[in-house]
């Protein structure tokens, strides 16, 4: 079966940095009116908003802002230290162009991955990471960790997975 080749991959808002001031701007298809979402409301008022056709712009979440460590960071350490920065990832619905401002804050808390090993998907569905995990193990990954804390991202990672023959955990990242 080979050598153990391992990855993690965590998603950032809400599971390694949580109270952050990013907000999404929600606007009503027919009223105009708009609506401020946080981070923290995104996972249960984002899927119902856009049930309702409402338009979403994400523009704020090029900067991070304000924000503590989340559940989920000092384990990523952790996982820097067993399987090296290069082998560590964090996949994110944010734009790509938000790599800058999360790389920035992911060092001043004394982690420092590849600028490459940030992916901005620009996709709130889980599909978009199970897509993305896929694509890992085809580069040859077989022990594959991943946390997030949306569920439908944690199941529709944990269905792909479960399909393969190789080790993998998926977690939801829960705020203690």
């Not at 907000?23 to 119902?48: C, D, H, L, M, Y």
């Not at 908003?49 to 960071?73: C, K, Q, S, T, W």
């Not at 000092?74 to 067993?82: A, G, L």
């Not at 290069?86 to 004394?110: P, Y």
Request: charged letters at 25%.
């Amino acid at each position: 079966s080979g050598k153990i080749n391992g990855m993690s991959t965590f998603d950032f808002d809400e599971t390694l940095i949580i109270d952050g001031k990013n907000f999404v701007i929600a606007t009503n298809p027919v009223t105009k009116q708009q609506e401020k979402i946080s981070s923290a409301e995104w996972p249960t008022r984002g899927p119902e908003l856009m049930a309702m056709d409402y338009e979403m712009n994400f523009d704020d979440f090029v900067n991070v802002r304000g924000g503590i460590d989340g559940p989920l960071l000092q384990k990523m350490k952790n996982q820097i230290k067993k399987y090296g920065p290069e082998n560590v990832f964090v996949l994110t619905a944010r734009t790509q162009n938000a790599d800058t401002a999360i790389h920035e804050w992911l060092k001043s808390k004394g982690i420092n991955i590849p600028f490459k090993n940030i992916t901005g998907l620009g996709d709130s569905r889980g599909q978009a990471k199970a897509d993305w995990m896929l694509e890992k193990f085809a580069e040859g990954y077989n022990d594959m960790y991943f946390v997030d804390d949306a569920l439908p991202n944690v199941k529709a990672v944990k269905d792909v997975l479960e399909q393969l023959d190789i080790k993998s955990k998926v977690v939801q990242a829960k705020i203690k």
